[in-house]
């Protein structure tokens, strides 16, 4: 058994979010998000993979497929499909957040 403290060491960049690997082999990956007040992961899509995101602590701004942005806080859980596009915002606090994808193409 592994064990990660989702809540401890938390690394914020000035510049730009950060995503830090949590978990990464060929089945799957698990990224923790770190983004300081008005930082941004601009619109992109997983080709090959559902998206889950859970969030973990502050509120920040998220849409989807649709690009209408919902407010969304602690113990939330998002889900977008494969190919979906999808953009996160934080707002006035920072925001972090869990990344759950299916597969690693590059892990062994």
Not at 16 to 29: C, H, M, N, Q, S
Not at 34 to 44: C, K
Not at 46 to 60: C, F, I, M, N
């Amino acid at each position: 058994m592994k064990t990660v403290a989702l809540h401890d060491n938390l690394v914020f960049h000035d510049r730009d979010p950060y995503a830090e690997p949590l978990f990464v082999d060929k089945t799957g990956r698990i990224l923790r998000f770190m983004l300081q007040p008005g930082q941004t992961v601009s619109e992109h899509t997983a080709p090959s993979t559902p998206v889950y995101l859970v969030v973990l602590e502050g509120a920040g701004l998220f849409s989807g497929g649709d690009g209408q942005e919902e407010r969304h806080g602690p113990g939330t859980l998002l889900i977008f499909d494969v190919g979906e596009k999808h953009a996160i915002r934080a707002e006035s606090e920072p925001l972090v957040f869990l990344t759950f994808l299916h597969g690693a193409p590059q892990a062994q």
